[in-house]
């Protein structure tokens, strides 16, 4: 397998509306994530993800985008966005900048102009149809609820909007549009940054002819015929060949519905697409068959599976991308741990888990000070757009129960990831001297980066620990991944291999202790620990406490 540096990277997303407020308006800044960029240095961290920082009119939270070449006005100017870039540079991390190509805001002026007439030049930069008989074009339904399509009477006709209604689909089938998306990407590229995450990037191929779902539905789920569509690996390529193999760079791909066959030719390893993609297939784990907010409890044995099939499906043909949460997903350790009585050690241990894993990991801010979600009273507390939108067509609309969607909310709803970053505990948690504009999660007195710098043990140092492990053990990065104790309802276990060497990584994923018994060919007696999250680590062999996690490297 090739060697590559943003293989054996450690990623950290920053969600830069809730970083760090640096002029008291209540919204997170550049400068404010320039502050912490020590804090982040410290950590261990190679390469940082910034959400999307272009001009916008924050419909959903600056993935609608008005212009892709120019600074949102309340993070601050291009000027601080260099700096930025610099502050990392010097210290030896990388930049990755989110890519937002799916879809633009309503406000960029492509729309602004293609809305206009239907032989507008911008026109066919957007994807617009006719109505049937007053329907919508065809029955798909939105990411945020409600049917994929808005009617615009200038032109009598309807543009698609996979996401927000001020979310327009853009025409990939338009070479015209393509280009202009390639120049765009250069341009970033020449002012040095280091990578793209790219938004959605599986959607931008539709079927042709816009098909409806069969069955006579009114309004359906329609992936089947956008996500990994027709093109999508020809436009992939094009772009491959037109920038991307051109620069040093590093490339992930947001890929809602692909499999690991189809992530196999996305991040192939002959490189002729991007470098990795992000699968969905385990934070689908609690969703029921309504979807995800159809909430059901997860199952060990069925993220075992999961992780398993990604881990040996892609091994030798391409690269997985490791993460258990986002700005779009709940805070890991209240989703897969304990975010109560073992909040600590569950959250090292999930980290263990992670990071031991072969792929290139994802740490999302906050985890490494094991925050957790949030429960708010009231619906008005919330501002994520899918939250509010789906609760206005289940509840208002639906007549569905209000508490059971609160519930809901407090289980899966994006805004949990999305409060402010608890740097102290001081009002705000230091976040901002105003008035943040998403409420601070109230243990803030407890969980922040002040406290997690205080302590020794804290879970900022054991994520510390596991970057600079990365770094000195090559079989943490390339080793090959098995299952092991495949059927035990406590414990993931899994083995590492590299030419003669051996990782045994353990991890209880309940509140209770576990015992064990290792397959007899490990040779377990002359290993040696590597990292552990409980203090005493000559614990009894074969038994794990709860939340436990350990690395052995057999000798
Ligand atoms: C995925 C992003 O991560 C999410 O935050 C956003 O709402 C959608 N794509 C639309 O851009």
Same mark, same amino acid.
């Given at each position: 397998?090739?060697?590559?540096?943003?293989?054996?990277?450690?990623?950290? *997303?920053?969600?830069?509306?809730?970083?760090?407020?640096?002029?008291?308006?209540?919204?997170?800044? +550049?400068?404010?994530?320039?502050?912490?960029?020590?804090?982040?240095?410290?950590?261990?961290?190679?390469?940082?993800?910034? &959400?999307p920082?272009y001009?916008s009119?924050?419909?959903d939270?600056?993935y609608d985008i008005s212009d892709y070449q120019?600074?949102?006005?309340?993070?601050?100017?291009?000027?601080?966005?260099?700096?930025?870039?610099?502050?990392?540079?010097?210290?030896?991390?990388?930049?990755?900048m989110d890519l937002v190509v799916n879809h633009t805001s309503d406000e960029h002026e492509w729309f602004v102009e293609s809305r206009?007439?239907k032989d507008n030049p911008y026109r066919d930069y957007y994807i617009w149809r006719t109505?049937?008989?007053?329907?919508e074009p065809n029955?798909w339904t939105s990411f945020f &609820? @409600? &049917?994929a399509w808005q009617?615009d009477?200038?032109t009598?006709e309807s543009y698609l909007h996979l996401f927000s209604k001020k979310q327009p689909d853009l025409n990939w089938e338009n070479p015209v549009l393509r280009e202009e998306i390639y120049s765009m990407m250069k341009w970033w590229l020449?002012? !040095?940054?280091?990578g793209f995450r790219m938004d959605v990037i599986n959607l931008i191929s539709k079927e042709e002819g816009l098909p409806s779902?069969?069955?006579?539905?009114?309004?359906?789920w329609g992936g089947d015929y956008f996500m990994n569509g027709p093109r999508v690996h020809e436009y992939l390529q094009e772009m491959n060949t037109e920038v991307l193999s051109k620069?040093?760079m590093?490339t992930v791909g947001e890929c809602p519905g692909a499999?690991? *066959?189809d992530a196999?030719r996305y991040a192939n #390893?002959? @490189?002729t697409e991007l470098n990795?993609i992000f699968?969905?297939?385990?934070?689908?784990?609690?969703?029921?068959?309504?979807? /995800?907010?159809?909430?059901?409890?997860?199952?060990?044995?069925?993220?075992?599976?999961?992780?398993? /099939?990604?881990?040996?499906?892609?091994?030798?043909?391409?690269?997985? &991308?490791?993460? +258990? =949460?986002?700005?779009?997903?709940?805070?890991?350790?209240?989703?897969?741990?304990?975010?109560?009585?073992?909040?600590?050690?569950?959250?090292?241990?999930?980290?263990?888990?992670?990071?031991?894993? *072969?792929?290139?990991?994802?740490?999302?801010? !906050?985890?490494?000070?094991?925050?957790? =979600?949030?429960?708010?009273?009231? $619906?008005?507390?919330?501002?994520?757009?899918?939250?509010?939108?789906?609760?206005?067509?289940?509840?208002? #609309? !639906?007549?569905?129960?209000?508490?059971?969607?609160?519930?809901?909310?407090?289980?899966? !709803?994006?805004?949990?990831?999305?409060?402010?970053?608890?740097?102290?505990?001081?009002?705000?948690? @230091?976040?901002?001297?105003?008035?943040?504009?998403?409420?601070?999660?109230?243990?803030? /007195?407890?969980?922040?980066?002040?406290?997690?710098? /205080?302590?020794?043990?804290?879970?900022?140092?054991?994520?510390?620990? +596991?970057?600079?492990?990365?770094?000195?053990?090559?079989?943490?990065?390339?080793?090959?991944?098995?299952?092991?104790?495949?059927?035990?309802?406590?414990?993931?276990?899994?083995?590492?291999?590299?030419?003669?060497?051996?990782?045994?990584?353990?991890?209880?994923?309940?509140?209770?202790?576990?015992?064990?018994?290792?397959?007899?060919?490990?040779?377990?007696?002359?290993?040696?620990? $590597?990292?552990?999250?409980?203090?005493?680590?000559?614990?009894?062999?074969?038994?794990?406490?709860?939340?436990?996690?350990?690395?052995?490297?057999?000798?």
């Amino acid at each position: 397998m090739e060697k590559n540096w943003w293989k054996e990277s450690v990623v950290y *997303q920053i969600y830069p509306r809730s970083f760090k407020d640096s002029n008291g308006d209540g919204i997170g800044d +550049l400068k404010g994530i320039i502050s912490k960029l020590d804090y982040l240095k410290g950590l261990g961290v190679d390469v940082i993800w910034l &959400s999307p920082v272009y001009e916008s009119p924050n419909d959903d939270n600056g993935y609608d985008i008005s212009d892709y070449q120019s600074i949102m006005d309340e993070f601050g100017t291009m000027e601080d966005w260099e700096g930025l870039l610099d502050g990392l540079h010097v210290r030896g991390m990388k930049l990755m900048m989110d890519l937002v190509v799916n879809h633009t805001s309503d406000e960029h002026e492509w729309f602004v102009e293609s809305r206009k007439s239907k032989d507008n030049p911008y026109r066919d930069y957007y994807i617009w149809r006719t109505g049937k008989d007053g329907n919508e074009p065809n029955n798909w339904t939105s990411f945020f &609820s @409600g &049917s994929a399509w808005q009617h615009d009477d200038t032109t009598d006709e309807s543009y698609l909007h996979l996401f927000s209604k001020k979310q327009p689909d853009l025409n990939w089938e338009n070479p015209v549009l393509r280009e202009e998306i390639y120049s765009m990407m250069k341009w970033w590229l020449d002012k !040095g940054v280091d990578g793209f995450r790219m938004d959605v990037i599986n959607l931008i191929s539709k079927e042709e002819g816009l098909p409806s779902t069969p069955g006579g539905k009114k309004y359906d789920w329609g992936g089947d015929y956008f996500m990994n569509g027709p093109r999508v690996h020809e436009y992939l390529q094009e772009m491959n060949t037109e920038v991307l193999s051109k620069y040093d760079m590093m490339t992930v791909g947001e890929c809602p519905g692909a499999s690991p *066959q189809d992530a196999a030719r996305y991040a192939n #390893e002959e @490189g002729t697409e991007l470098n990795m993609i992000f699968t969905f297939e385990h934070m689908d784990l609690d969703s029921g068959p309504g979807g /995800k907010w159809d909430v059901k409890d997860w199952l060990l044995a069925d993220l075992k599976q999961v992780m398993t /099939k990604w881990q040996k499906d892609l091994e030798g043909r391409g690269w997985n &991308s490791l993460y +258990l =949460n986002n700005h779009d997903q709940p805070r890991m350790v209240s989703r897969f741990g304990n975010d109560k009585e073992y909040r600590i050690e569950s959250a090292k241990m999930l980290a263990t888990f992670l990071h031991m894993l *072969q792929g290139t990991p994802y740490i999302y801010q !906050g985890e490494e000070l094991g925050m957790t =979600n949030v429960e708010f009273d009231s $619906l008005k507390e919330y501002n994520d757009i899918e939250i509010q939108n789906m609760y206005r067509e289940k509840v208002t #609309e !639906g007549g569905e129960d209000h508490t059971a969607i609160m519930e809901a909310i407090y289980r899966k !709803g994006r805004d949990n990831a999305r409060t402010p970053m608890q740097w102290d505990d001081s009002e705000h948690a @230091g976040f901002t001297t105003g008035t943040p504009w998403l409420k601070v999660n109230p243990n803030y /007195k407890e969980i922040n980066a002040e406290n997690a710098l /205080k302590d020794s043990a804290s879970i900022y140092y054991y994520y510390r620990e +596991l970057n600079l492990l990365r770094k000195e053990h090559e079989i943490i990065v390339y080793g090959t991944y098995d299952l092991i104790l495949d059927d035990h309802e406590q414990i993931y276990a899994y083995t590492r291999t590299l030419g003669e060497e051996k990782l045994v990584i353990l991890c209880n994923f309940t509140g209770e202790n576990a015992a064990f018994t290792l397959p007899e060919d490990l040779h377990f007696e002359s290993s040696s620990l $590597l990292i552990g999250n409980y203090e005493n680590h000559l614990v009894e062999n074969g038994k794990l406490k709860p939340y436990e996690a350990r690395v052995y490297k057999l000798n």
